[in-house]
């Protein structure tokens, strides 16, 4: 069966405000306006998410919100794991090797170093560092989740690129 993995970097976020844990730090301007961008470039290219889960961190929630309006996605059925947060590419990948098999296409929302570690370690093609509200594409021919271990990258899009 091929499944789809959308591993997202949350939007800008907002340092302006010192006295802010990191985990409750909001989005900037710039991340309010790229997370739906970002949506909406999603809900364009037809993909249809089956589960999304995210890092409840401020800037990743609101992204993954902002994510859902756009495509349509539930903001209700938005799975919230805390061990997203500041997460390690292990840990990412044991959220995507546990997802019931379903699935099809999930999203996942999380933070810098992690997500963009997975995606190259995941991924046919190096995609270096993703930029702040990036989603990278992959698939992959998987019987089970629990087999993800190499994807082929189907899109690297990000707010700044030229479409």
């Known amino acids: 069966m091929l499944r ?3 591993l997202i970097r949350h939007a800008k976020s ?5 006295s802010l844990s990191d985990f409750d730090r ?9 997370a739906p961008i970002m949506g909406d ?10 589960r999304l889960v995210s ?3 401020v800037r990743a929630k609101t992204t993954a919100e902002a994510i859902a309006q756009s495509i349509g996605f539930p ?4 799975s919230w794991m805390t061990g997203l ?6 840990d990412i990948l044991d959220i995507v090797h546990t997802c019931p098999n379903h699935v099809r296409t999930l999203a996942i929302v999380s933070h810098n170093p992690g997500i963009s570690e997975l995606a190259n370690q995941l991924c046919d093609t190096s995609v270096g560092n993703i930029p702040t509200c990036g989603i990278v594409h992959l698939a992959a021919d998987l019987s089970t989740w629990s087999e993800a ?15």
């Open 4 to 6: 789809n993995l959308l």
């Open 14 to 18: 907002d340092w302006g405000h010192p």
């Open 26 to 34: 909001p989005l900037n301007g710039r991340g309010k306006s790229d």
């Open 41 to 50: 470039r999603l809900a364009a290219s037809g993909i249809r998410i089956d």
């Open 55 to 57: 890092s409840p961190a």
């Open 75 to 78: 903001a209700h059925d938005i």
């Open 85 to 90: 947060y500041l997460a390690s590419p292990l």
């Open 149 to 163: 271990e190499r994807f082929n990258l189907l899109d690297f899009d990000y707010p700044k690129r030229s479409l």
